[in-house]
């Protein structure tokens, strides 16, 4: 398995997939192999990086939407056989097919759309297809640990709470590395997809007034003992309340500039200056004549 590294900014990462065009067509298979969870070893976030809470990716994600993988194609591959090969640009990426159910923030999308660079979880995938644990809300599902630092594989037919963010006229993942951008979900009622209508309600809030409501809800549900969905949803509340993550990373400390030399322009303190220097060397020079 080839190895490969990329770095993702510390601040808001690009996307691996995007819609491809004539101007942006080499940089995009590059990012779409790099992602791919066949063709990747490990992927590299650059110094600095925190992977964002999930109030953090509720914020910054432009769509919160539930959908159905209902298809995919693979890379090469003519669009909607899955089998002839296919010159065209278009359908140099791997992608999925996702049929929206419903939109949680921003508008939902009104028909089937692709996600670029993403692949199903079939054949020499099919390792990656097991579902996001219900009760695991903090990290992200166990194939984003597996080099391509962000989920790329879905099961066919899986219900998916998909974070989105769109560039140029495509759906692309939002997050950046090891976030929850897709997370399988038993439906609407699930708690992942509570708490991340709460997360998305909760994000506008002036802080001080988002802080009591976090607090509230996260008491409710932990006053809740014996139901262990509520216990885990007030243990994620809990860690928005804690604030953002360490970085994985640590930021390179800033490198010192070194002290002057002697003969740059500054003296030393305890030294004549320049002036003085000037008059004791024309004393000098009356005294000896």
């Given at each position: 398995m080839a190895h490969s590294t990329f770095q993702f900014l510390p601040d808001r990462p690009e996307s691996p997939a995007m819609r491809?065009?004539?101007?942006?067509?080499?940089?995009?298979?590059?990012?779409?192999?790099?992602?791919?969870?066949?063709?990747?070893?490990?992927?590299?976030p650059a110094p600095g990086y925190r992977v964002p809470t999930n109030l953090e990716l509720a914020a910054a994600a432009d769509a919160i939407v539930l959908g159905q993988v209902i298809g995919g194609v693979d890379a090469g591959t003519k669009a909607g056989t899955g089998a002839e090969p296919d010159e065209g640009a278009e359908n140099a990426l791997p992608q999925i097919v996702v049929h929206p159910i419903a939109a949680y923030k921003g508008l939902l999308p009104g028909q089937d759309f692709p996600l670029y660079g993403m692949s199903l979880a079939t054949g020499a995938l099919a390792q990656y297809a097991q579902p996001s644990d219900p009760l695991e809300l903090e990290k992200a599902h166990p194939s984003a640990y597996d080099g391509a630092c962000i989920r790329t594989a879905f099961a066919p037919g899986a219900t998916v709470l998909f974070f989105l963010d769109r560039r140029e006229g495509a759906w692309v993942p939002a997050g950046g590395p090891f976030s929850r951008w897709a997370e399988d979900v038993a439906g609407e009622e699930a708690p992942w997809v509570q708490l991340a209508r709460f997360y998305a309600r909760a994000a506008p809030v002036p802080e001080e007034d988002r802080k009591a409501l976090l607090e509230a809800e996260r008491d409710a549900l932990l006053a809740r003992a014996d139901d262990p969905l509520a216990q885990a949803m007030g243990g994620d509340i809990d860690r928005q309340?804690?604030?953002?993550?360490?970085?994985?990373?640590?930021?390179?400390?800033?490198?010192?500039?070194?002290?002057?030399?002697?003969?740059?322009?500054?003296r030393d303190p305890a030294g004549p200056s320049a002036v003085q220097r000037a008059?004791?060397?024309?004393?000098?020079?009356?005294?000896?004549?």
């Open positions: 491809p065009s004539a101007s942006t067509l080499p940089p995009l298979l590059a990012l779409a192999l790099a992602v791919a969870p066949a063709a990747t070893g490990a992927c590299t309340l804690a604030g953002p993550r360490a970085p994985l990373v640590p930021a390179e400390p800033a490198v010192e500039a070194p002290p002057p030399a002697a003969d740059d322009g500054f008059l004791d060397a024309m004393r000098a020079d009356r005294a000896g004549s």
